[in-house]
């Protein structure tokens, strides 16, 4: 099976596309890649684009970026996906930088953009603002949590890291714990995009720079039981919440099973399993989640 290694970017449309390009390159330190008057690519380091946003009429995420291994061929995927009964289209050209990619749907209307190969960005690391080093994560609030559960599974190749009860599914596509959460919920909408930093003390660097544009955290800094990332949640100018982390269980052998030891993972050996919706599933250091969190 064909899997996806990693998530590279995602698209965002915002209605206010100046608010929201000053924050991810001013603030978070996005190096911008191309602009026009509709829209703006941003690069958090090696990968051409880590953020693109676009005028539309409401903020919300509308596609996904994930690349294919070396050896990999986007044709032989392409059948895969087709074997699932899900139309695909090849384009060409169609984006700076990736000229060569397979798109899709997920079942919750996403379009998702499945490429091998992409040119590096043109631009440096940036040198001002918080400076994540890549994209980590992105959690998305869905209707149908199966249906969901299943494409990313089976036909992006996604596996599951840890559940929280029935409701909160931790999905991995390398050995980071997570790159896909889904969660059942009222609504299909984006929930959070999470950002890797660093260590702890680029945590603190990044909360002193956010509060020096007084935007407050709404969440953290906590330690998570579920992937054990230590992180803080804010909300960018859209409304929509920007996760800071670092120190994410990792699973170097999937032969093993076994996240990489920790002194303060709860099992010997830490393995994916189900997590009771208790606060040390959310926060070992215990400070709970703001009641409308997950909503
Ligand atoms: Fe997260």
Not at 54 to 67: E, M, P, W, Y
Request: glycine share 8%; proline share 5%.
């Amino acid at each position: 099976m064909i899997r996806v290694r990693r998530i590279t970017h995602a698209t965002f449309e915002t209605p206010d596309l100046e608010a929201q390009l000053d924050h991810y390159a001013r603030v978070l330190g996005l190096t911008v890649v191309e602009r026009d008057g509709n829209r703006a690519f941003l690069s958090a380091g090696n990968d051409h684009h880590t953020v693109v946003l676009q005028k539309g009429t409401d903020a919300r995420c509308v596609r996904l970026g994930f690349q294919l291994g070396g050896n990999d061929d986007l044709a032989d995927f392409a059948r895969h996906v087709e074997g699932h009964g899900i139309a695909t289209a090849r384009k060409s050209d169609s984006q700076p930088g990736v000229s060569d990619l397979l798109s899709f749907t997920d079942p919750k209307g996403t379009l998702i953009e499945v490429f091998r190969n992409q040119e590096a960005s043109p631009q440096p690391f940036g040198k001002t603002g918080i400076l994540p080093h890549k994209l980590g994560h992105i959690a998305f609030n869905v209707t149908d949590l199966g249906s969901a559960l299943r494409f990313y599974c089976d036909v992006l190749g996604f596996r599951e890291s840890d559940w929280l009860a029935d409701f909160f599914a931790f999905l991995r596509c390398n050995a980071d714990h997570h790159a896909i959460n889904l969660v059942s919920g009222e609504r299909v909408k984006m929930h959070h995009i999470a950002f890797e930093l660093k260590d702890f003390a680029h945590i603190g660097a990044a909360c002193d720079a956010l509060a020096a544009e007084n935007i407050p955290l709404i969440w953290g800094p906590v330690r998570h039981g579920i992937g054990h990332n230590i992180s803080v949640y804010y909300r960018n100018p859209d409304g929509q919440i920007i996760e800071l982390f670092t120190e994410i269980d990792k699973m170097s052998d999937e032969d093993l099973g076994w996240w990489e030891p920790r002194p303060y993972h709860e099992d010997r050996f830490q393995k994916p399993k189900v997590w009771m919706p208790t606060v040390p599933a959310a926060n070992i250091w215990g400070i709970p989640a703001p009641t409308d969190f997950l909503d």
